[in-house]
């Protein structure tokens, strides 16, 4: 353990992939959202729409988990999908607010923002649903997100019961969308983006909307 301990200790890196001045940054949060996702699609990082959701349970305490981004728009926010009945569907049943970070760090990029959840209409999920690989619309139907299970067994039995109930036709809609199963927007109402720097002296801002203004105010933080 204590070979082990001594030796994360020593992990650091210094960080010179690029700098982020307040000349570089977009008046509007989405466009520079929008900006270095392009930029970590460019770099080819995989999963490059991987944010870490956090939730607030009933006792207080976040859970955090990775899940896909699937939808961006200034007016949409940030659209994922999930099992409305997971653990991370009831926290926001009971307290709809949640918090995303994206972390590039082969860009030495992070990004953070934090608002209201908003559930997607039926249509809106469907339309995402439908657009899925059959193999994935099924899972949907196959996992009781979140619950104790025996064996893997049960869910490959599960599959194969639910390969039979909805037969791969070639027709987007020949599995129907569950009813347990859609998407959210998380509309931020502050944003943070990070960008590592040498010697710990790393480019931070943040952007705040005030609540009676279309306007965010950007301001570099310490970090
Ligand atoms: C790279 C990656 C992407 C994931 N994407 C999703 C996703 O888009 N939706 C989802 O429900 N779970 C996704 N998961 C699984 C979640 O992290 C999590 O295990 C699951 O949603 C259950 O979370 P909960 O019990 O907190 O509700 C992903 C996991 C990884 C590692």
């Known amino acids: 353990m204590t070979t082990a301990s001594s030796k994360i200790a020593d992990m650091r890196e210094n960080y010179t992939a690029g700098t982020l001045r307040r000349s570089d940054l977009s008046e509007d949060p989405y466009m520079q959202f929008s900006n270095w996702f392009n930029d970590a699609v460019a770099a ?10 956090s939730t607030i349970g009933s006792d207080g305490i976040p859970t955090a988990r990775t899940i896909l981004l699937k939808q961006l728009d200034s007016r949409t926010g ?16 009971a307290n709809p607010v949640a918090s995303g970070i994206f972390l590039w760090k082969e860009l030495e990029r992070q990004v953070h923002f934090k608002g209201n959840v908003e559930k997607l209409s039926k249509e809106e999920s469907e339309a995402y649903f439908f657009s899925r690989p059959y193999a994935s619309r099924i899972g949907a139907w196959v996992s009781r997100q979140s619950r104790f299970i025996e064996n893997r067994e049960w869910l490959v039995q599960r599959d194969d019961k639910f390969r039979k109930r909805f037969p791969d036709t070639g027709e987007a809609d ?6 347990f199963w859609g998407g959210y927007r998380l509309i931020p109402s502050s944003f943070e983006f990070w960008q590592g720097q040498p010697s710990r002296l790393h480019d931070r801002f943040s952007y705040e909307k005030a609540d009676d203004t279309p306007n965010w105010s950007i301001r570099r933080l310490s970090p």
């Open 44 to 53: 080819k990082i995989r999963d490059p729409n991987a944010m870490i959701l």
């Open 174 to 179: 020949s599995v129907p969308l569950p009813e």
């Open 78 to 93: 940030f659209g994922f999908f999930t099992n409305y009945e997971s653990r991370k569907g009831k926290e926001l049943a």
